[in-house]
């Protein structure tokens, strides 16, 4: 069974190469032989629809056809992607002037879209299709003790998700507790990382991400775990700002949820990506290695 | 302190600057703005920015197309959706930001100099020339651009923890197909 064809998206090739090397792996424990798509584009992001929506149309149209053409729906791990691709398909098939014009340009190149293709996200396909229990059964390790902020940042459950809800999404939490981790109450798990803006303006950038930074250890998480390769290089990179700038000494690791998946379901711990966390991960090796027991 | 007030005469508002964001950025709701302020009281970085997302829709309706187009505002728009998911006249103000950027910039009134304007106009040539993004590259760019070389120097240290971690490419991304790709993008052009 498997009617999803991979959309990597840039990240996954570049600074969120663990995303991949976690997310690969988990599904094909779980029955999902996942190939990449042919010659697949950048979505654009947000960058490209501040500048040109027209070409944001038909960038993701290529991408839509070529799933169609391989009969497959699109699976997007990354956030923007996701959101980018899921926005393009509503206006292509929206029956507008507009989309025929872009559809009509496809077809002059070659690419006829004709709007069957879903673009769905792996937490969606985890909870939806394959499901928390069929993800229990392959659980092999428990990561008990470890105490997990689950952040979904905004463009996964804004604005279109149709599988949790767009302020209090609870999906990842269930997942990483079918780990045996414990999910902590979160409240700034929808708070923006302030996206690109982070990194460029780094007064906008260390603020927001001080404010879900300090809600984590407030709750007392041990790690921050994400569906989005941009929340994921902000919440690292502006650690040190962060320290500079409030006068605090913080050591969060932030990481991929799948990459958590993988070490429960235990696949080798070298082939998920740990090692290219930016922020050392010792304390939480300790927490899984007692499982917790040292806590009161 | 001392008020400063700017009187805008109505002969240098632009009435026709409403329907042309309604269209550019396929919202029609505009009109039905209730100045609830429930869009700025979510947005994250109203409080960087010159007029808030509030203000924003109620200039947009008035017709202050100059002030609105030379705003800071649409670029510290993080395109996190809030707004739009909240407001309650369902006016779609994310991508109102969105149509206000493509505007400034294609009106030639975008900050020229401000990193975010400048990141969105060289990912956009860097994707339209490769079809993929490569961040090595966006960043020279950015900081060439944006006449920052001290900026540059201050990602060195991350750049390196970048490089042992392996999460940065060297190499320009590029997809095969480049010939196909330009083809459709000369084909098509907005940027209202
Ligand atoms: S939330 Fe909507 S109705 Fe309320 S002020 Fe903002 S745009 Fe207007
Ligand atoms: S989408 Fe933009 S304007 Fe709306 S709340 Fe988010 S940052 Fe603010």
Redesign the pocket.
């Known amino acids: 069974m498997n009617n999803y064809i991979y959309y990597p998206g840039c990240s996954a090739k570049t600074n969120a190469k663990h995303y991949e090397e976690s997310i690969l792996p988990v599904f094909k424990e779980l029955g999902f032989d996942l190939e990449e798509m042919e010659d697949w584009n950048c979505c654009g992001a947000t960058a490209t629809m501040s500048v040109d929506e027209k070409k944001v149309a038909a960038i993701n149209g290529r991408i839509l056809s070529l799933a169609e053409t391989a009969k497959k729906d699109i699976l997007a791990p990354c956030a923007a992607c996701y959101l980018s691709l899921k926005k393009a398909n509503s206006f292509l098939t929206g029956g507008t002037d507009q989309a025929a014009e872009i559809l009509a340009r496809l077809k002059d190149i070659g690419l006829e879209y004709k709007g069957t293709i879903e673009v769905k996200h792996p937490l969606e396909v985890l909870i939806n299709e394959i499901g928390l229990e069929k993800i229990k059964e392959k659980v092999q390790r428990k990561l008990s003790g470890l105490k997990v902020a689950c952040y979904y940042g905004c463009q996964v459950v804004r604005p279109f998700t149709n599988f949790d809800d767009p302020d209090y999404p609870e999906s990842m939490d269930k997942l990483i507790q079918a780990l045996g981790a414990e999910p902590v109450e979160y409240a700034a798990k929808t708070r923006c990382c302030g996206g690109a803006l982070a990194a460029n303006l780094e007064e906008v950038g260390s603020k927001l991400n001080y404010i879900l930074i300090k809600e984590a250890v407030k709750k007392g998480a041990d790690v921050i775990t994400t569906l989005c390769p941009l929340c994921l290089f902000n919440l690292e990179i502006m650690q040190s700002k962060i320290a500079k700038k409030y006068q605090v000494n913080i050591k969060m690791p932030i990481l991929f949820f799948s990459q958590l998946m993988g070490l429960a379901f235990g696949l080798p711990k070298e082939d998920l990506g740990f090692s290219r966390s930016l922020i050392p991960l010792k304390a939480m090796w300790k927490k899984l290695e007692n499982g917790g027991a040292n806590e009161q | 302190m001392e008020i400063q007030e700017k009187v805008i005469f109505e002969e240098e508002l632009d009435v026709n600057f409403l329907n042309d964001i309604k269209k550019a950025s396929l919202c029609e709701e505009?009109d039905?703005?209730?100045?609830?302020?429930?869009?700025?009281s979510?947005c994250p970085n109203a409080e960087y920015m010159d007029y808030s997302?509030?203000k924003i829709?109620?200039m947009i309706k008035g017709g202050f197309k100059d002030q609105v187009l030379k705003s800071f505002t649409p670029w510290l728009c993080s395109s996190c959706y809030n707004?739009q998911v909240?407001?309650?006249?369902?006016?779609k103000?994310t991508d109102i930001m969105y149509a206000l950027k493509r505007k400034a910039i294609a009106e030639n009134v975008y900050p020229v100099r401000f990193p975010i304007a400048v990141m969105d106009k060289e990912m956009d040539k860097i994707l339209t020339t490769s079809g993929r993004s490569s961040e090595l590259w966006l960043m020279l760019n950015l900081f060439l651009k944006t006449l920052n070389p001290l900026g540059l120097l201050k990602m060195a240290p991350l750049g390196l923890n970048l490089l042992k971690t392996g999460r940065l490419s060297l190499k320009k991304e590029s997809i095969k197909n480049k010939k196909q790709l330009r083809k459709l993008l000369k084909s098509v052009k907005g940027g209202t």
């Open positions: 505009i039905r703005c209730i100045q609830c302020g429930t869009c700025t979510s997302p509030r829709i109620a707004c909240r407001c309650p006249s369902k006016i103000i």
